[in-house]
């Protein structure tokens, strides 16, 4: 039938799903086991939260049921194409993905700590900056020692680095 002889009523919504963290075309989807674990446990969260649905309007359930089903495509996706990076692996003098990095920035006394993390668990509040941030790609490769510097528009950023730590 064509949706020319459909009630306006019953015109199905289109769920608007925001778009995931962004991760560039051909970048693969690094993680560490914590964050494939928050995927996988987010992935558990929505399909309950899909089987439990408490909606008595038969059109608000389906509307809410294909929300959730959008997400979890979405989800699903990054899961797929996630790739676990073993710390264990990771060359212990160097910063490399999922390195805990102790900095002295510029002039600053106080210390400041990052995790190189995927972008799905990068969470500055926790320390936690995505591998593809700008203050990561500097830091990669770097030792004990060693600075790394950020051009910004007024200025630039001097970052030493006084410790790798993989946990």
């Known amino acids: 039938m064509s949706r020319g002889f459909v009630k306006e009523g019953d015109q199905e919504e289109i769920p608007i799903v925001p778009p995931r963290a962004d991760l560039p075309n051909g970048v ?6 914590i964050g494939m674990d928050e995927l996988l446990a987010e992935k558990r ?3 309950d939260e899909r089987d439990n649905l408490d909606v008595a309007h038969e059109n608000e359930r389906r509307i809410a049921f294909n929300h959730i089903n959008a997400k979890l495509q979405l989800l699903n996706n990054r899961i797929l194409g996630a790739k676990i990076v073993n ?13 805990l990095v102790t900095l002295k920035i510029g002039a ?3 210390l400041q700590k990052y995790q190189i993390v995927g972008v799905d668990e990068a969470d500055i509040s926790k320390g936690k900056i995505s ?5 990561a790609k500097i830091l990669i490769s770097k030792k004990v020692g060693d600075k790394a510097i950020l051009k910004l528009a ?7 680095i006084m410790d790798i730590v993989y946990q």
């Not at 692996?89 to 160097?94: H, S």
């Open 28 to 33: 693969t989807n690094l993680v560490t086991q």
């Open 45 to 47: 969260m929505l399909i």
């Open 87 to 99: 710390l264990k692996d990771q060359p212990k003098n160097q910063i490399r993905f999922g390195a």
């Open 108 to 110: 600053a006394k106080k």
């Open 131 to 135: 591998f593809i941030s700008p203050i």
């Open 154 to 160: 007024k200025e630039d950023r001097v970052f030493e």
